[in-house]
């Protein structure tokens, strides 16, 4: 079975300052991760994805991802937060034989002035 | 923007009615997905359409139905919904998933379609 974890509801930061949103997994066979944000009453939009290959990943509007095998991690990082980078964030695994894309609960970013 | 198009934007509905939610995709995607989302919750699985046939059904109740016309369009008709049904409607699209073709392809997102059942 395949899932992802996000163990933080809630992450606050001032802008300027690094972020990082959690995400740990469990899969069986090869992990297909994905990060997405969404802003209120919008869609999900697609930040970044890891598939094989370099354990740090980068994706859209600055945001990048470290794989890690051994902790069974794909957090998601920024190195300068943005006030408009305040928004949920999901992380996500895809199941190939199924064609089913499991969610984590979503963590809240708060970037403050 | 988003190359996944649904209609309409807002939808307000009673418990009798009968409704339609559409969504649309030019991407030559042959997989498409309905998902239900509650306020500050991840989006939940409601049915996945393959090559215009419907895969997975989650269980869904009766009162939502599923319609794959084609392989760019996707409709979700929707009769006698409770207010437990108020939600955002999210259509996706990604490559068809099964063997290693198309299995690492990532999700594209419609801007969805708020249901508020009266």
């Known amino acids: 079975a395949q899932s992802v974890a996000q163990p933080e509801d809630q992450v606050n930061v001032a802008e300027g300052n690094p972020l990082t949103v959690k995400c740990t997994y469990s899969?069986?066979?090869?992990?297909?991760l994905f990060w997405y944000v969404q802003y209120p009453n919008r869609g999900l939009q697609f930040l970044l994805k890891?598939?094989?290959?370099?354990?740090l990943v980068k994706g859209s509007y600055g945001f990048e991802a470290e794989f890690n095998k051994s902790q069974t991690s794909f957090h998601l990082k920024k190195p300068s937060a943005l006030v408009s980078d305040s928004a949920l964030y999901f992380c996500?695994?895809?199941?190939?034989?199924?064609?089913?894309?499991?969610f984590g609960s979503g963590t809240k970013l708060n970037v403050k002035p | 923007d988003t190359e996944v198009t649904q209609t309409p934007k807002h939808l307000v509905m009673g418990m009798t009615n009968k409704k339609s939610l559409k969504c649309e995709q030019h991407?030559?995607?042959?997989?498409m997905y309905w998902y239900k989302q509650k306020a500050k919750k991840p989006p939940e699985l409601m049915f996945v359409?393959?090559?215009?046939?419907?895969?997975i059904n989650e269980s869904v109740p009766s009162r939502f139905s599923p319609e794959c016309p084609n392989s760019s369009l996707l409709n979700l008709h929707l009769h006698a919904l409770q207010p437990e049904d108020s939600a955002l409607y999210l259509c996706?699209?990604?490559?068809?998933?099964?063997?290693?073709?198309?299995?690492?392809?990532?999700?594209?997102f419609g801007e969805g379609s708020r249901l508020t059942v009266l």
């Open positions: 890891y598939i094989t290959g370099d354990n």
């Open positions: 996706a699209s990604s490559q068809r998933g099964g063997g290693t073709s198309g299995t690492t392809g990532e999700l594209f």
């Open positions: 991407m030559g995607h042959r997989a």
């Open positions: 359409y393959s090559y215009e046939k419907l895969s």
């Open positions: 996500a695994v895809r199941d190939p034989d199924f064609n089913k894309f499991y």
């Open positions: 899969v069986s066979g090869n992990p297909y």
